[in-house]
C-alpha cells in the first residue's frame, strides 16, 4: 500500500494560481504571485486557506 503524497495543488483564494506546496509546512505558505497566504502550519496537516485542486503521485 502506497503512502499519501506529501505534497498538493492549491488554488489561491485571491488570484486563482494553482501552486505545489508540502502538507506539512513548518512556516506559512504564500501565493508566488499575489502574496495571499493560502496553507498556514498546525504542528500537523496544513490548514488551507486555499482549494486543495489535488495530491500529486497519490
Same mark, same amino acid.
Do not use: Y
Given at each position: 500500500?502506497? $503512502? &499519501? *503524497? &506529501? ?5 489561491? &483564494?485571491?488570484? *486563482? ?5 508540502? %502538507?506539512?509546512? $513548518? %512556516? $506559512?505558505? %504564500?501565493? *508566488?504571485?499575489? /502574496?495571499?497566504?493560502? $496553507?498556514? &502550519?498546525?504542528? /500537523? ?9 489535488? %495530491?500529486?503521485? /497519490?
Amino acid at each position: 500500500m502506497r $503512502a &499519501p *503524497s &506529501p505534497f498538493w495543488v492549491v488554488k489561491c &483564494p485571491d488570484c *486563482s494560481t494553482e501552486q505545489t506546496v508540502f %502538507s506539512r509546512p $513548518a %512556516s $506559512a505558505v %504564500s501565493c *508566488s504571485v499575489c /502574496g495571499a497566504t493560502v $496553507a498556514t &502550519p498546525t504542528g /500537523g496537516q496544513a490548514k488551507l486557506r486555499g482549494e486543495l485542486v489535488r %495530491s500529486l503521485g /497519490g
